[in-house]
């Protein structure tokens, strides 16, 4: 390598020092934890739970599957770029196989009467089962991954928070969100489904991970959101009351950690960019923990920084491209391909430069792009870790392993060796951990809360039935006794 000119380390120096607000050390790091620690004890209380930002919403998904599970379902998945619908078909003993199609949602769709959005996922559907070739008389259990903040009131009811992501269409929030996919089915007529679960992505992610893997109890999504959900005591969980017989001890709580720092907390850590993008997001103030880890954000951030790098005149000898200050122009996945280019190799980076707007970047120019590149993923790495560090030790286990899926964590480079070694020096050295990345959470995790829902489902018939052949012994046994 060529020996770094004056120019060189300034321009170097600039843009290390411009990105230090990025660079959280372990001490920070672990004032987040009993941060989010702190903020987990609120959502899960009954008394504190009103004004808790991380909810830790109730899942009604109280076990985890046996691996016995069997059955055909059809699922749904909303909640990311894409919209997919899937029939799954679980064979038992951890074997299944899959059709699956996806959709694209018009960007109109979005931002749209939430009724349009709604007949468009059931119009997806209906094309779907279509294919499928379902007899007419069929009907098939669904579960519906959705992945937005829900407060569910059972297994197959849940009403919409807030919209995140991006999304926002107006006359949903506060809605049962299973009855309005209900009645856009019903206004088609078309095709005959029987919705028994709603589920978010991260629950799916958990179960489908622990139909493989007994000690998984955490499932986690670093997406374009972020969010997690994990295997509770229902000791410490007030706000559930359960029914006289429910014996299970246990229950799965979404967390919605995205929302962390909503109350002001993270204020501390938050920087000058992370508030310039909080600014133009439909839901400002909100999912402030989100914005700073998820795939939605990253490129931004990434551009943000490059841009006053540019106007400290440290990178591309200060001359502003047109696309440098676009938004949105530098996309997440810009990240994980100049991270993935070997060390002193430019190729990559400078062909995605040149999409920016630059025909001939320096060497060191590229240098200080993967820096920037690199002080954005690490610090969504280890914000992520050290929440995770906290669920951990809050299950206590002696061994726990969290399902992963989403893009970031998938895609990359050096996503799941910045989680692994930072959770190792933030989690108690007695909780031993491993990461397992998701296959298709959303959609076998959704087949599995279904033979959830169905096995549940069953057990009520079996026990009204019950209660009715009881009560028409005793009303035989009255009426015989009256005649004698
Ligand atoms: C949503 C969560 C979801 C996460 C990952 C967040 O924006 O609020 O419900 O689990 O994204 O998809």
Request: some cysteine; proline content about 3%; aromatic content about 8%.
């Amino acid at each position: 390598m060529s020996q770094e000119t004056d120019l060189e380390l300034n321009n170097r120096n600039t843009v290390h020092e411009i990105c230090k607000p990025f660079v959280l050390d372990d001490d920070t790091l672990r004032k987040i934890k009993d941060l989010f620690l702190n903020d987990i004890k609120m959502g899960l209380c009954k008394a504190t739970n009103y004004k808790a930002v991380v909810k830790c919403w109730i899942t009604y998904v109280q076990s985890l599957p046996s691996g016995c599970e069997t059955g055909k379902f059809l699922a749904l998945d909303l909640g990311g770029t894409n919209f997919r619908v899937l029939c799954i078909y679980l064979e038992g003993q951890a074997n299944f196989h899959m059709d699956f199609e996806v959709y694209e949602i018009p960007e109109k769709l979005l931002v749209g009467p939430g009724r349009d959005l709604f007949d468009h996922i059931a119009e997806c559907l209906a094309k779907f089962i279509k294919t499928l070739g379902v007899k007419k008389d069929e009907e098939l259990p669904l579960g519906f991954t959705f992945s937005f903040p829900l407060k569910q009131n059972g297994l197959d009811k849940g009403d919409l928070v807030a919209w995140t992501k991006g999304f926002n269409c107006p006359g949903v929030v506060g809605r049962d969100v299973v009855e309005l996919l209900r009645e856009a089915i019903d206004r088609r007529g078309d095709i005959n489904v029987d919705i028994t679960a709603i589920l978010n992505d991260t629950t799916g992610t958990l179960m489908s991970c622990a139909w493989k893997n007994r000690n998984c109890k955490i499932g986690l999504i670093v997406g374009t959101g972020s969010n997690a959900c994990y295997l509770e005591q229902l000791k410490y969980v007030s706000t559930y009351e359960p029914e006289a017989d429910n014996r299970v001890p246990t229950m799965i709580i979404n967390c919605e950690w995205g929302a962390f720092g909503d109350s002001g907390s993270l204020e501390f850590v938050r920087t000058k960019y992370d508030k310039e993008i909080d600014d133009v997001t439909h839901n400002r103030c909100h999912q402030l923990f989100e914005k700073m880890v998820a795939g939605m954000y990253l490129g931004e951030l990434v551009r943000k920084l490059m841009l006053d790098c540019c106007k400290a005149g440290a990178l591309f000898k200060g001359n502003e491209s047109e696309q440098l200050n676009k938004e949105n122009t530098f996309k997440t996945k810009f990240i994980s391909q100049i991270e993935e280019e070997k060390r002193g190799t430019y190729v990559i980076t400078k062909a995605i430069l040149e999409m920016m707007g630059y025909k001939n970047p320096t060497d060191s120019d590229c240098e200080n792009v993967r820096y920037i590149c690199e002080c954005v993923s690490r610090r969504s790495a280890h914000m992520v870790a050290t929440n995770l560090a906290c669920l951990i030790d809050r299950i206590g286990d002696p061994y726990v392993v969290v399902g992963i899926d989403g893009s970031v964590y998938r895609y990359h480079p050096h996503y799941h060796d910045l989680l692994m070694q930072k959770i190792r020096c933030l989690a108690r050295p007695e909780h031993k951990f491993d990461l397992m990345l998701s296959e298709d959470g959303s959609g076998r995790g959704a087949a599995l809360v279904a033979a959830v829902a169905a096995r549940i489902k069953s057990k009520e018939m079996e026990k009204s039935e019950h209660k009715r052949s009881r009560m028409l012994r005793r009303s035989e046994a009255r009426k015989s006794n009256k005649i004698s």
